[in-house]
């Protein structure tokens, strides 16, 4: 079991910066692909970034790269999504993730999640 908790969230001016924080429990943590989802009012969670265990391999969805970064600490077992240059299309809930799957297969939709946070939530004003 590993319970995940995220922190960082909050209300921020578009082109502004926040880092993001989840904070895992669990011995597993060092052998699990971590990733960021993110859901919008009205829309399907979606996905952000995911990191493989090593922090070797990271991988982003269109919209948020050269934008956002994700970085793992696997001796604090701390993963964090670092937010640049945010728009208003960013405000949303962001999700931690943990999963089993290989990077690639989480950016293709076709991964498997084994644990949610229950999300933080971020604000972009335009």
């Known amino acids: 079991q590993v319970d995940l908790v995220e922190s960082g969230g909050g209300l921020v001016q578009a082109g502004g910066s926040l880092r993001l924080s989840c904070a895992a429990s669990?011995?597993?943590?060092?052998?699990?692909?971590m990733a960021w989802f993110r859901q919008a009012p009205g829309k399907e969670r979606e996905f952000v970034a995911a990191?493989?265990?090593?922090?070797?391999?990271?991988d982003y969805a269109d919209s948020v790269k050269d934008r956002f970064t994700v970085s793992r600490d696997n001796e604090e077992n701390m993963v964090f999504l670092q937010m640049n240059t945010l728009k208003p299309e960013d405000t949303a809930v962001y999700y931690c993730?943990?999963?089993?799957?290989?990077?690639?297969?989480?950016?293709?939709?076709?991964?498997?999640?084994?644990?949610w946070g229950k999300g933080t939530l971020v604000t972009v004003s335009s």
């Open positions: 990191i493989n265990w090593g922090g070797a391999t990271t």
């Open positions: 669990g011995r597993a943590f060092s052998s699990l692909t």
């Open positions: 993730a943990a999963s089993l799957s290989y990077v690639y297969e989480i950016f293709r939709g076709a991964g498997t999640i084994k644990y």
